[in-house]
């Protein structure tokens, strides 16, 4: 018996290579070591997490199992070690997901983990071996927070005065790091996130801001030096679990694109 399920890892569709993810029961694969394991250091940043004191334990990162195979409908084929990954498609396979030292988004491609991915690097890679030939690979999956990530993004057109709300109702650890877009029809706008004021003036009507909270970067769509003094207050305000306020006065569109953490497989 077995289950099987397409994914997408750093942008690449499973069905490009005929692997999936595969689970099989009673198998009569070895488990071979052949790809050395790549050594990462983890650390947890000021603006991507909480601050741990040391000596005393924290949430590790999720870590998970995965099997990967060429597939096919005929579930003897697995269970008699077949079919076989030829010598070029093999190379294809592991550099695409092995040849990495940083984290990629990975997909699973099921109804339970519909809008949700993993920001993901593979680890611990073993070939499943019959008869001296490859036919998959037995993985660790580890990611880089506690669970999987599920993204939104909340648009308005915003003319003179507007508030909306936005819902987090996980019940998350962390603060949450949105993105802000903002086209700019005036060339000025206040935005003002749980009582943080974000202001713009003075800028190009008709350009596009982004703001980034996590990594820091701002961005002008026509080359607006955004650090000139009085254009750009420089604040990131971040968002909440639970009830956020945002309130705009100006003539604007705003983008808020954001992730939260959800635990998975509990």
Request: a negative charge; aromatic letters at 12%; hydrophobic letters at 35%.
């Amino acid at each position: 018996m077995f289950n099987a399920f397409d994914f997408i890892y750093d942008g690449k569709s499973s069905i490009s290579e005929n692997v999936k993810m595969l689970y099989v029961e009673n198998s009569v694969f070895e488990f071979v070591k052949s790809i050395p394991d790549k050594e990462i250091s983890m650390f947890k940043t000021k603006q991507s997490s909480k601050w741990n004191i040391i000596g005393v334990d924290h949430t590790e990162p999720l870590s998970f199992e995965m099997q990967i195979m060429i597939y096919s409908d005929d579930v003897d084929l697995y269970a008699n070690g077949n079919p076989l990954i030829k010598r070029n498609h093999l190379s294809r396979i592991t550099h695409w997901l092995f040849d990495h030292t940083d984290y990629k988004k990975l997909q699973i491609l099921t109804d339970e983990m519909k809008d949700l991915y993993f920001m993901a690097i593979f680890q611990n890679v073993d070939f499943f071996e019959a008869g001296g030939d490859v036919c998959g690979f037995k993985v660790t999956v580890l990611c880089d927070t506690i669970g999987a990530y599920e993204e939104k993004t909340i648009k308005k057109n915003c003319s003179g005065n507007t508030s909306f709300a936005i819902q987090c109702p996980n019940d998350g650890i962390y603060e949450i790091h949105p993105k802000y877009t903002i086209k700019l029809t005036d060339g000025a706008a206040d935005i003002t996130v749980n009582g943080k004021l974000l202001q713009l003036k003075s800028l190009t009507p008709g350009s596009t801001i982004t703001i980034d909270t996590e990594t820091l970067i701002t961005e002008s769509s026509v080359g607006d030096n955004l650090y000139v003094e009085g254009r750009y207050n420089k604040a990131f305000p971040v968002l909440a679990y639970g009830k956020n306020v945002v309130q705009v006065d100006g003539n604007c569109v705003v983008s808020i694109n954001y992730k939260l953490i959800k635990e998975v497989g509990c």
